[in-house]
């Protein structure tokens, strides 16, 4: 008589692989060793959270889940060469990925620039890795960190919590620690004068500047015409 048995390994999160272990056997003295094994498996993977059923007829098989939930199960019928069968049936929990989302401050400015990032789903279980893209990082949950040299560095943020599941890879943001400079060009300029004497100019232009422009001062020198 053939015995059903698995293992599972994960870890058991949202879209990661679990290996699913067949560890069952056949015990039965009167069967010679060569046929005392397990020729066919069938299992089924089902889930009341998605009411579907997957299903897979190798004997170790790999399989990813996509929702989070603790209504998931496994079942194996494990049947031998000479066609006798078992089964069972084992319950798990598919855990969601922690966030890796965050916020950081400055945008942007001249170097040294020092910026303060913070994670925006704190749980002081969970671990943190930064990588500040100028081949530094940490693992605090709201570091700070200063951009000695000038450029642009792209900013990552990995979570790992306690059911050892890791976040998807975060936004990548950019940090630009660059010197400023300005180069505004006019396009368009306009003027004129109403019926009250009042100088109205009209300027278009495009920032070519490394910079946004948070305030523009245009001075205007009308001088008479002497023709």
Not at 109 to 115: A, E, I, K
């Amino acid at each position: 008589k053939p015995i059903a048995n698995f293992s599972m390994n994960g870890p058991f999160c949202v879209s990661n692989p679990i290996n699913f272990n067949d560890n069952s056997k056949v015990i039965d003295l009167a069967i010679p060793a060569d046929n005392n094994n397990i020729s066919k498996w069938n299992w089924n993977f089902d889930t009341t959270i998605t009411s579907s059923v997957f299903t897979s007829s190798i004997q170790n098989p790999q399989e990813k889940f996509i929702r989070s939930g603790n209504k998931y199960a496994a079942t194996l019928i494990a049947t031998s060469a000479h066609g006798c069968s078992d089964t069972i049936t084992k319950g798990f929990s598919i855990y969601p990925l922690p966030s890796s989302g965050f916020t950081f401050s400055p945008l942007y400015g001249s170097p040294p620039l020092l910026v303060k990032f913070s994670q925006t789903d704190i749980l002081v279980s969970n671990t943190y890795l930064w990588n500040f893209g100028d081949a530094s990082g940490s693992d605090s949950i709201n570091p700070l960190h200063t951009f000695v040299d000038s450029g642009k560095y792209q900013i990552t943020l990995t979570v790992t919590d306690t059911n050892s599941c890791i976040s998807n890879p975060s936004p990548k943001a950019i940090i630009d620690a660059e010197y400023a400079f300005y180069d505004i060009f006019l396009t368009k300029v306009q003027a004129y004068i109403d019926a009250d004497y009042f100088l109205h100019v009209g300027i278009n232009f495009t920032n070519n500047s490394n910079r946004p422009l948070t305030v523009a001062d245009f001075i205007v020198n009308i001088e008479n015409d002497p023709g």
